[in-house]
């Protein structure tokens, strides 16, 4: 009964290097979501997925980001051309979709951490 | 747009005192969720009040829903060490999936 899984666990990235970030959901979940989180700071929000498309994209920066979730195959957040602000935690969470939108829950991933040198 | 407001952002207490954090939503919430992430760790659901005046217990544990669905609480009595971590509040407006998240209350336990 796995949760949800991300990898890698930690990253290490010069600047101007790409980062790929995978997040495979809870078995049965449809439904993925990135957050961000910097030291000592809170969960920022970055992009909602479902399957092959983008629901709600409003907290992800407009340049370097994006954020996949196929078919078939893991969530995949992608940094292009990283630089030292984008060191972070980085969470993966994901939901069943229940038709009852109001009742989901989120589950979170053991995150990655970038760190960008 | 939508927010929502945590206090305090941190709280040291000595082992055995209760603890509250306190969350507040600029508008009317369908349902509120709490996690706690403990210093290293990825945060883990605890419980969601959806019901006007709510209130669940989770041994040490008490959660409230405001009777207006706009301010939630956590309560925790006489801490321990266990206790340790951050403790983040989320609420979900409307139809919106997008869960709202506060900025989280860092509690401290002293031994």
């Known amino acids: 009964n796995a949760g949800v899984m991300q990898n890698p666990r930690h990253l290490v990235r010069r600047r101007g290097q790409e980062a790929r970030l995978r997040c495979s959901p809870v078995k049965g979940h449809s439904h993925v979501y990135w957050y961000r989180q910097l030291p000592e700071e809170g969960l920022k929000f970055m992009v909602y997925?479902?399957?092959?498309?983008?629901?709600?994209e409003s907290g992800m920066p407009k340049e370097r980001f994006s954020a996949e979730f196929p078919k078939e195959g893991p969530s995949i957040l992608r940094i292009q051309q990283v630089v030292r602000g984008d060191s972070a935690a980085y969470f993966c969470a994901s939901s069943p979709g229940a038709l009852a939108v109001s009742t989901d829950t989120q589950y979170f991933g053991p995150g990655t951490r970038l760190t960008v040198l | 747009g939508q927010q929502v407001m945590q206090i305090p952002q941190y709280q040291h207490v000595q082992e055995g005192e209760d603890f509250t954090t306190y969350c507040n939503s600029s508008?009317?919430?369908?349902?509120i969720q709490w996690y706690k992430q403990r210093p290293g760790g990825h945060p883990v659901f605890l419980i969601q009040?959806?019901?006007s005046g709510e209130v669940k217990k989770q041994k040490r544990l008490t959660f409230q829903f405001g009777e207006a669905k706009k301010n939630s609480s956590l309560h925790i009595t006489a801490t321990q060490t266990t206790d340790v971590g951050t403790y983040f509040c989320?609420?979900?407006?409307?139809?919106?999936?997008?869960?709202?998240w506060g900025l989280g209350t860092s509690l401290a336990v002293n031994p």
């Open positions: 508008t009317t919430l369908s349902n």
């Open positions: 009040l959806v019901k």
């Open positions: 989320a609420g979900r407006g409307g139809n919106n999936r997008k869960l709202i």
């Open positions: 997925l479902q399957k092959e498309n983008i629901i709600d």
